[in-house]
């Protein structure tokens, strides 16, 4: 069974720190891991989509890396603002089980609450 | 602009009522989903449709029910027979059903028991 690990749970920086959030997953069978960011009360917004055969994906301040044999993601923030502070989720997309019709479960982790200090 | 629409964004239930929670999507998206969030925990997915007319029970579809009569509609009717329906309500969709493309979430409807 496909398990997504966040760790810490949360994190307070003061401004300007360059900051790294941790994913860890159990099953390395997956399609793709994708980085979302949720606001309070608010949908996912969607951050960055790393394939299974990339290293890394970069948007921005943003730089995520992907270490699929080692079950390892980790989402990288330079120089953050207080207007980062938010939930980050992980999620993968994990390969379906022979005779399944859905075509990549999304699995998630249970986020990272940021908080970044003026 | 194109996006995904969930209302309403808050929703109260008495006890014994089915609600239904709107979905509408206008980014020609054949897949849609319905989440449940609940404090602490990750998202759990309830049901799904790759397809006008088809969908498939998620995790935890147990009191829930959905159709899917048009492509950019899916809504998700919470009956009575789910216990405990008090969560956060996320509706996303992706383009298609090949696993490279990503999906994309609406700003969600917030459900609580009178």
């Known amino acids: 069974k496909q398990e997504v690990t966040q760790i810490p749970a949360a994190l307070s920086v003061p401004e300007g720190e360059n900051l790294v959030l941790n994913c860890s997953f159990t099953?390395?069978?997956?399609?793709?891991l994708q980085w979302f960011r949720q606001d309070p009360g608010k949908g996912l917004t969607s951050l960055l989509l790393i394939q299974s055969s990339q290293r890394e994906q970069t948007s921005g301040r943003l730089n995520a890396s992907l270490d699929k044999s080692s079950g390892r993601s980790t989402l990288y923030i330079a120089a953050s603002q207080p207007g980062d502070s938010a939930t980050y989720l992980c999620?993968?997309?994990?390969?379906?089980?022979?005779?399944?019709?859905?075509?990549?479960?999304?699995?998630f982790g249970q986020g990272t609450t940021l908080q970044v200090k003026p | 602009d194109g996006g995904i629409t969930q209302s309403p964004k808050y929703l109260f239930r008495k006890e014994g009522q089915n609600v239904t929670l709107s979905c509408e999507q206008n980014l020609n998206h054949d897949a849609m989903y319905w989440y449940r969030q609940d404090p602490g925990q990750g998202l759990r997915l309830i049901y799904y449709s790759q397809i006008v007319n088809d969908f498939q029970k998620g995790d935890i579809a147990e009191g829930y029910s959905v159709s899917r009569e048009k492509k950019e509609s899916f809504p998700l009717t919470v009956t009575s027979a789910q216990k405990n329906p008090t969560a956060f309500y996320l509706c996303?969709?992706?383009?298609?059903?090949?696993?490279?493309?990503?999906?994309?979430f609406g700003d969600g409807t917030r459900l609580s028991i009178l």
């Open positions: 999620a993968v997309r994990k390969v379906p089980s022979p005779g399944s019709s859905n075509t990549g479960k999304l699995i």
């Open positions: 099953d390395s069978a997956i399609y793709n």
């Open positions: 996303a969709s992706r383009r298609g059903a090949a696993p490279n493309q990503p999906q994309h």
